[in-house]
């Protein structure tokens, strides 16, 4: 358990804003969340980032949102974690409280990827890989990595393609919902299934999309309507072909094992979820890791809706990254963003008396992974 | 082709590490065994980075070594379908690619 609870949130639009710089979509969110949070003093900031040096040619994201907001000579950093980089300033800036330094702390993610060529941000993104690996040289690449492990999913269960199919139609129905996604053009099952494959048997649809945006949190040790219950994060092989179990993740596993046991709740308690769906194969593994159904079971809760916004599980009611979109520093904030809308009862896709909601944050091919378990007070 | 094997578990892999991950005592032993193995599973890449964007479309595979509990991620000549049995042809630009038997 933590004393840290949720205050205020903030989040811009997520899409293609060319216009904008990183800082402002950054401001933008920030100025939400302290606003929404009733302007408090804050004491120090964490910015989640992935590849604002390598594709923007900007760092010290920390103090530009201290400096900008003029919030004092407060410390900040900027928190790199690939795609998990959101969760991992959120848990800092909760350790920060934890330890006592800290009051209140402003924690903000953010990506702006739309302005570079696809060859420039797949190869960007490819340093969340272990560069010095002949898995590396070999030409594996994020979503190659997820096809691998769908093709293994396929061979051992009765899984099939539609299945996967039927996670990226549930996110993008879901997202259809939510003013700040990405993507919010209806689709069929049959539109996903007959995409352009990327790395079979994965799909453009099974794959999340690059995009611009930011979100932010203030949270405080001063007792609120949101309490982080628990914070827990975990590392987990930095290759393919290091893993115990291909058809596991080790990460999000014992990070969701970590969550639940410091929250003291089980997965059947949990009302509402937002996964790290980087790929929807990535959701059909996260689902079975954290609990919610059986080991190679997923795919008969996919089947059945268990997992849609009116199933008794309920997973990415924001869209998720397939479709809210994934600006990669943002992502595991904006996670946070719909769940406090859950718990507040005005979300998007609004799950009925939601009162215990868990996100998971994942980062490289599940080298790291944060969870965080929230509870309405 | 080189393999690390815990001397005090059945841990195995194509790299080396300061102690084995898995029992977290045993120190990791070099061997040399058998580039032979059995495609675990696969993916055929159609887009990829600016550094293999040449190579598209290509498919790189996990094997499962004969002679080893180690699985090795490697680039193969062709395609392939879980359960082929493939070997070493060479290595290039310090990837492994492998041929189907
Ligand atoms: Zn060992």
Redesign the interface.
Known sequence: MTNVYIEGIGMTKFGKFVDKSMKQLLVEASIEALEDAGNPKVDAVFVGNFMGGSIGNQEILGALVANELGLGYIPTAKVEGACASGGIALRQGIMGILSGEYDTVLIAGVEKMKHASTADVTQAINAAMDNDSNEKQAGLTFPGFFGVLANRYFYETDATKEHLAMIALKNRENALHNPLAQFQKPTTIAEIMEARIITSPLGLFDCSPTTDGAAALVITRKKGAIHIRSSAQSSGPTQMQDADDVLSLPAVRESGRLAYERAGVGPEDIDVVEIHDCFSMTEMLAIEELGFFNKREGWLAVEQGRTKATGDKPVNTSGGLLSRGHPIGATGVAQLYQLVQQLRGIAPNQVEHARLALAQNLGGTGSYSTVHILERL | MKVYQCDQCEYA???NKYRC??CGTGKLQEQDVSSRGTV??????????????H?TP?T???IQLDESK??????TNGNVE?GDVAELDHIE????IYRKC
């Open positions: 892999s194509v790299s991950p898995s675990y599973s696969y993916t055929d890449i159609h887009i990829a980075p600016a550094e293999f964007a190579l290509y790189v595979a996990l180690a699985k090795v991620t490697a680039r879980i630009d310090g990837a492994y």
